[in-house]
T-cell receptor, first 113, second 111 residues
Framework: GNSVTQMEGPVTLSEEAFLTINCTYTATGYPSLFWYVQYPGEGLQLLLK?????DKGSNKGFEATYRKETTSFHLEKGSVQVSDSAVYFCALRAQAAGNKLTFGGGTRVLVKP | EPEVTQTPSHQVTQMGQEVILRCVPI?????FYWYRQILGQKVEFLVSFYNNEISEKSEIFDDQFSVERPDGSNFTLKIRSTKLEDSAMYFC?????????FGPGTRLTVL
């Protein structure tokens, strides 16, 4: 079946550090890939997405590239801020699985000043 | 910017009681979803709803669960007889195409 694997957290960084959160997936066909972010006390917000191989999604300084050859969609940000402290979820929507999203376990990121 | 809203934010109930969780999706969206997240676990799909009927459901969504769109704006999840293991955060989502927008969630605590 479809699945998403993310690196476990928590990830603790200093402000202005480089952030990478690894995400790999297993799916049939050509899924769409998403990163959602959950700030403390809030719901899931779409951060970025990519719908086909080699697409790069970007938003708020975050980027992720859809790599079909490695079945990965790693999230990166070059210089994090304290306000980036949140839980980040990688998710996929497989073509053959209707519209439902399959989520990874989430990675908690804590950015210290 | 339009957003998905959910009420209540927190619901406490006794085991065996019925609960109804409410959601107002984004107004021009066509697809509606419920997900849940048990504390410390993954966000799990429960059910999707389109054109006034269930389009897909997971194995979690058994006979104790039901969904309804009683009017043009609300989308509800009912749990008929709650169990301790139903304690979780429940998220509603809606979409027009492939991108789903989530509400802030309802934390359900079953005692």
């Amino acid at each position: 079946g479809n699945s998403v694997t993310q690196m476990e957290g928590p990830v603790t960084l200093s402000e202005e550090a480089f952030l990478t959160i690894n995400c790999t997936y297993t799916a049939t066909g050509y899924p769409s890939l998403f990163w959602y972010v959950q700030y403390p006390g809030e719901g899931l917000q779409l951060l970025l997405k990519a719908t086909k191989a080699d697409d790069k999604g970007s938003n708020k300084g975050f980027e992720a590239t859809y790599r079909k050859e490695t079945t990965s969609f790693h999230l990166e940000k070059g210089s994090v801020q304290v306000s980036d402290s949140a839980v980040y979820f990688c998710a996929l929507r497989a073509q053959a699985a209707g519209n439902k999203l399959t989520f990874g376990g989430g990675t908690r990121v804590l950015v210290k000043p | 910017e339009p957003e998905v809203t959910q009420t209540p934010s927190h619901q406490v109930t006794q085991m065996g009681q019925e609960v109804i969780l409410r959601c107002v999706p984004i107004s021009n969206h066509l697809y509606f979803y419920w997900y849940r997240q048990i504390l410390g676990q993954k966000v799990e799909f429960l059910v999707s709803f389109y054109n006034n009927e269930i389009s897909e459901k997971s194995e979690i969504f058994d006979d104790q669960f039901s969904v309804e769109r009683p009017d043009g704006s609300n989308f509800t999840l009912k749990i008929r007889s709650t169990k301790l293991e139903d304690s979780a955060m429940y998220f509603c989502a809606s979409s027009y195409s492939d991108t789903q927008y989530f509400g802030p969630g309802t934390r359900l605590t079953v005692l």
